[in-house]
Nanobody, 115 residues
Framework: QVQLVESGGGLVQPGGSLRLSCAASESIFKRYTMGWYRQAPGKQRELVASITIRGNTDYADSVKGRFTISRDNAKNTVHLQMNSLKPEDTAVYYC?????????WGQGTQVTVSS
């Protein structure tokens, strides 16, 4: 059963912008903190940003001031607005929530920042 569906990745030039979206089932969206992670080739998956059900946000230092995470409560969707993209932002981006200490992931969406 697919519960997290990401979209919005693609190829963008350095300095450009992309918006990622993660559609979740209502039962997940309304109960859990949602997060965006990313994994670059040869590197570990890392937390990019998270947002609680109350809307409190947290960001990795590397994306502060450039990325914004938000929740659309009407559509059960979490967005990640990414501005001033850099080549080092290139990765597969995953939507996430945790339940009883276990992580659950979407299928991932590729973001490539290159000229």
């Amino acid at each position: 059963q697919v519960q997290l569906v990401e979209s919005g990745g693609g190829l963008v030039q350095p300095g450009g912008s992309l918006r990622l979206s993660c559609a979740a089932s209502e039962s997940i969206f309304k109960r859990y903190t949602m997060g965006w992670y990313r994994q670059a080739p040869g590197k570990q998956r890392e937390l990019v940003a998270s947002i609680t059900i109350r809307g409190n946000t947290d960001y990795a230092d590397s994306v502060k001031g450039r990325f914004t995470i938000s929740r659309d409560n009407a559509k059960n969707t979490v967005h990640l607005q990414m501005n001033s993209l850099k080549p080092e932002d290139t990765a597969v981006y995953y939507c996430n929530y945790n339940f009883l200490g276990l992580p659950y992931w979407g299928q991932g969406t590729q973001v490539t920042v290159s000229s």
